[in-house]
C-alpha cells in the first residue's frame, strides 16, 4: 500500500472544518479483506478529538478505478492533524501496510465545504 | 464542459441508499465563477424525491487536479435517475455546459455506503 494513506497534504484550515477525501484503488478480488482492514484501522479514529463522521464508499460498478473512497468529516485541520499522529492508528497503518496479501494505494486530500445543501434548501 | 456530468453511470441500486461522487477539474481561475453556476443547477436538485443532503468539496490546495468534488445522498438509485431527468436540471446543466468562459470536467460515479462512523461508534 502506498505510505500516501498515513500522511494527508498539509492542512492549510488549523481552526475551520476540514473534509478528507481518500480515493482507494483495490483490487476487486481484495475488496473485502481491504475494507475488513480499513475497519480495524477506523477503530483507532472514531475517538479521536474533533472527528465528527467518516463514511466509507463503495462504487457500485466492478470495473471501478476509485474502488474506495473515505469521506471524513472533521472540526478542524489541527483536529486531523492530531488524529493522523495518534500512535493507535500510525500502529495500525503499518500492520496494514506491511500485508503482502493486500495491493492498495490511497490519495488522501483535502477539502473544504464550499455548500451544503438540505431538502428545501434555496441556494 | 464535458457531458458526462448530464449523467451518472448505470445505478443498479433501484431501492437502497445510494451516493453520488462528482468529481469537478476546474481551472483554478476559474473556480469562483463555476461554484456560483453549479448553485444555480443544485437549485433543481434540493427539491426532488429522495435528496438527502449534499456537499460541495472545495480542495484546500491550488494546484489540485480533482479541484471540486460534489457528495450527494439519495435515498435510492431510483431517486437518484428520477432526479437527473428533471427537466429543470436539464435545462440548467445545459445552460452551464453551453458557457464558452468554463472548462470544466466532470466525472459523475454511484457508490454504496459500506461503513458509516461517528464518534464512539465501535466498527
Given at each position: 500500500m502506498n505510505e500516501r494513506i498515513n500522511r494527508p497534504p498539509e492542512?492549510?484550515?488549523?481552526t475551520q472544518p476540514v473534509t478528507l477525501v481518500n480515493v482507494f484503488r483495490v483490487p476487486a478480488g481484495e475488496s473485502e479483506q481491504f475494507l475488513q482492514r480499513w475497519k480495524d484501522n477506523a477503530r483507532a479514529m472514531v475517538g479521536q478529538p474533533g472527528f465528527i463522521r467518516l463514511r466509507m464508499l463503495r462504487s457500485?460498478?466492478?470495473?471501478?478505478?476509485?474502488r474506495f473512497i473515505n469521506v471524513a468529516e472533521w472540526a478542524s485541520g489541527s483536529d486531523l492533524d492530531r488524529g493522523y499522529e495518534n500512535p493507535d492508528w500510525q500502529e495500525s497503518v503499518q500492520h496494514m501496510l506491511g500485508d503482502p496479501d493486500l495491493h492498495v494505494t490511497a490519495q488522501p486530500r483535502v477539502y473544504e465545504v464550499a455548500l451544503e445543501l438540505h431538502p428545501g434548501d434555496s441556494p
Open positions: 492542512v492549510p484550515m488549523e457500485l460498478v466492478d470495473h471501478a478505478e476509485m
